[in-house]
């Protein structure tokens, strides 16, 4: 059985490449993520969960090198801290609760204070 030709150059890619035109040549660039001075943004690689399940994907990142988070992971760290909010406004109404019947106990009502 013959194998059919690759005509095709042996090169091996990596797992991720861009190439820039520079004239009329496009050239590998190296890095990762690879910056973008004209829009002010790197790309490159990462590993992120999406729908439940763990995935590489491109990400945009700042000029440090710091991938922006995408939108489930940013919705995720927004009900965090929504769930923080919330947890903190019911300590402080417990507390009110609590002052409150304090100063009934002393025979004071506390719906009665000058303002």
Do not use: C
């Not at 491109?58 to 995720?76: K, V």
């Not at 760290?77 to 923080?84: G, S, T």
């Not at 406004?89 to 009665?112: C, F, I, K, M």
């Amino acid at each position: 059985m013959k194998r059919k030709r690759d005509n095709r150059k042996n090169k091996r890619h990596q797992p991720f490449e861009v190439y820039r035109l520079e004239g009329d040549t496009y050239r590998s660039q190296i890095g990762e993520p690879y910056w973008m001075p004209e829009i002010g943004l790197g790309l490159g690689r990462g590993r992120q969960v999406i729908g439940g399940i763990e995935q590489e994907v491109l990400l945009w990142h700042d000029a440090q090198g710091q991938a922006y988070p995408m939108p489930e992971q940013r919705m995720q760290e927004m009900q965090r801290q929504l769930m923080a909010e919330r947890q903190r406004t019911e300590a402080e109404r417990q507390r009110a609760e609590r002052l409150a019947e304090y100063v009934r106990s002393l025979g004071v009502d506390p719906d009665d204070l000058p303002e």
